[in-house]
């Protein structure tokens, strides 16, 4: 029974460490547009507030162009946010401890998840 028992915890062991460490193709919002036309700071505003309410960094590189850095542990995430008056655009630029690759154009699979959680608390504010 103790057999049994040790090996079902092994065979659980393994699969929590292979379904997190999953790698997937990286998402990207493109041009997601605004529902209602608004100020390209008030598009700005709306993108800080959704991205500190999720624990991201928003910081304003030029006028359109913000950047935003997320610290989950030892995980860093950086995106380039492009936004206008009527659409915003979420590209990922670099990170780490994230398993990207280029050539495959993969990451950690939980990557794409912050980044869905932040085009949807774009979208509330919005």
Do not use: F
């Not at 008030?42 to 913000?66: C, D, E, F, N």
């Amino acid at each position: 029974m103790k057999k049994i028992l040790k090996l079902g915890a092994l065979l659980l062991i393994s699969a929590l460490v292979i379904t997190g460490c999953k790698t997937s193709t990286i998402y990207n919002v493109q041009q997601h547009k605004v529902s209602h036309q608004k100020s390209s700071g008030t598009v700005y505003r709306a993108i800080r507030s959704a991205g500190q309410s999720l624990g991201w960094h928003i910081s304003k590189i030029r006028p359109g162009v913000a950047q935003g850095k997320l610290h989950l542990r030892t995980h860093t995430a950086i995106v380039r946010i492009t936004y206008t008056r009527s659409s915003y655009s979420i590209r990922y630029a670099s990170s780490e401890n994230l398993k990207y690759n280029s050539q495959k154009n993969t990451i950690h699979s939980n990557y794409n998840g912050w980044i869905q959680n932040l085009e949807k608390a774009i979208d509330a504010r919005l």
